[in-house]
């Protein structure tokens, strides 16, 4: 993607009343794990995007035909397993048995799905965003598992692009961020679809505390996030961001977010510095590293 670079004066103008001053604190969160790198959706991406300085990584979860939840972003396996089986109708353990790390290298060979239990044991003290797959049913269970994982709820951001699952999450959950999601796309007729009124719409029927938009200047600029921010939906996300002239776009208007299949890469575009903690202490990272 290239930015257009006649936005960037309004983007000027208008970043701070948006960001408030936050434009230099992003969470770079690590899009399916560090996926550029490692199979998608894998313990293996995930635990890369720690060694990669990511805050946060991001994963998709189905519930399964036998009501477990497992990690994955397709609704079959076909693309990550040369599988016909579907994630919802398939158990688990059918699921769990197929290779879904060769695709990306030999050296990734044999990489399962995890199940949710396990990429929440991964989490360590980062933060994940959880995007549920799947519709309200599971909902219910993935909440209980959320619990049961010791993650402090602030850590935990729920998103999904099905508002009546976001507002299940919130009747169930409202000390739990949620972020309703939204692609765009553009119409015959030259306007894009949806509309900043039919996203607020959309953010007021699902009760979501925030919202995850995909990254496209030339829609989601200064004046369409005002809008949403004058109806006090100013905590937001971008994704999927490998450009670094986008991100610096999407800074400078204060996103909370930046998701990138890239952290390390893009942590050094942007000029963000990590502070030391425990995360790092684990991974051997250094202090104030890109």
């Known amino acids: 993607m290239t930015l257009n670079r006649s936005l960037l004066p309004l983007a000027l103008a208008m970043g701070l009343s948006l960001a408030s001053g936050a434009a230099q604190a992003q969470l770079i969160t690590a899009h399916r794990g560090a996926s550029y790198d490692a199979p998608e959706n894998t313990l293996a991406a995930f635990k890369l995007a720690w060694e990669q300085g990511a805050d946060a990584f991001e994963g998709d979860f189905y519930l399964t035909a036998d009501g477990k939840i497992v990690c994955g972003h397709d609704k079959d396996a076909k693309r990550v397993a040369g599988s016909p089986l579907v994630m919802e109708k398939s158990t688990a353990d ?160 204060g996103a909370w977010g930046i998701t990138t299949n890239r952290p390390a890469w893009l942590r050094e575009q942007l000029g963000l510095r990590k502070q030391l903690g425990l995360r790092e202490k684990q991974h051997g990272l250094r202090a104030g590293g890109q």
């Open 94 to 253: 059918e699921l769990r048995a197929l290779d879904v790390g060769s695709w990306k290298g030999a050296q990734w060979k044999g990489e399962r799905m995890p199940l949710f239990k396990d990429v929440l044991d991964v989490v360590g003290d980062g933060r994940i965003f959880v995007e549920i797959k799947s519709g309200p049913k599971i909902v219910a269970p993935l909440l209980k598992q959320l619990g049961e994982s010791g993650i402090p709820e602030d850590r935990i951001t729920i998103i999904c692009f099905n508002e009546a699952v976001t507002a299940e999450c919130e009747r169930l959950a409202p000390q739990i961020k949620t972020h309703w999601l939204t692609g765009f796309k553009k119409q015959k007729d030259g306007a894009w679809a949806p509309s900043v009124d039919e996203v607020l719409a959309k953010l007021k029927a699902s009760r979501a505390d925030g919202f995850g938009v995909q990254a496209n200047p030339e829609h989601v600029d200064a004046e369409f996030l005002a809008k949403l921010a004058d109806e006090g939906y100013d905590e937001f996300h971008v994704w999927t961001v490998d450009d670094a002239d986008v991100a610096r776009y999407y800074q400078k208007l």
